[in-house]
């Protein structure tokens, strides 16, 4: 079974802070995604990658950067964490079939 | 640009009953359609996915069709259990990179 892993469940961090979300998939897939969620809004996608080093904005990527170094490994980076980016934040990977997901971590910027 | 909406929004149900979950699709140029359920607080759990050349498919009680001429797709799931309360989302693949577009939801409550 294929498997995405969240660095954390649930983090709580200061507007201003630096914030690192990883995440971590097992089955060699090429391509990876960052998504957030929020109440009325639905799951929109921040950024892609599908391939180490390559990367791609989507829909909202304003706040946000991200990390591919290794090919398992994807990572959410906040560069200056601010309280409208206080989300649940979903990472998922894909074979271009089927896409699968994380936990997912809540975090909460006060 | 593709937009992906469900209805109903909600649902709620007594145990026992078969029901329906609609999703439908503005561009049929679609790669494959994929369904998920969410349980509050967590990450998406896959349920069935159909790819642009298949009808339908089908996983223990759960059956999901597609018929892209019409720009729809829908989950029906039978003999309902508290067990399937959750939140179902579809989300439809324009191809590429398999980037999804997701439907709103259907929060369903199947109540004993």
């Known amino acids: 079974d294929v498997k995405v892993t969240q660095s954390s469940r649930y983090l709580v961090k200061r507007t201003g802070e630096k914030v690192f979300l990883e995440c971590v998939q097992d089955m060699d897939h090429e391509n990876m995604f960052w998504y957030r969620q929020d109440p009325g809004l639905g799951l929109r996608l921040i950024y892609f990658s599908y391939d180490v080093k390559m990367k791609e904005k989507g829909d909202i990527p304003e706040g946000y950067s991200v990390s591919r170094e290794k090919k398992e490994r994807f990572s959410l980076i906040l560069e200056s964490a601010s309280t409208n980016q206080t989300s649940m934040y979903l990472c998922?990977?894909?074979?271009?079939?089927?896409?699968?997901f994380g936990p997912g971590t809540r975090l909460t910027v006060l | 640009k593709q937009e992906v909406t469900q209805i109903p929004a909600a649902l709620s149900v007594p145990e026992g009953e078969n029901l329906v979950l609609n999703c439908s699709f503005t561009d049929s140029a679609i790669y494959n359609l994929q369904w998920f359920r969410q349980d509050p607080g967590k990450g998406l759990t896959s349920l069935l996915l159909i790819q642009s050349s298949q009808r339908e498919q089908t996983s223990g009680r759960l059956n999901a069709s597609l018929d892209k001429s019409s720009g729809r797709s829908t989950l029906y799931i039978a003999a309902s259990q508290p067990g399937d309360s959750a939140t179902y989302l579809c989300?439809?693949?324009?191809?590429?990179?398999?980037?999804?577009?997701f439907g709103a939801g259907t929060r369903l409550a199947v109540h004993p």
């Open positions: 989300a439809s693949s324009p191809g590429g990179y398999n980037k999804l577009i």
């Open positions: 998922a990977s894909t074979s271009l079939r089927e896409q699968f």
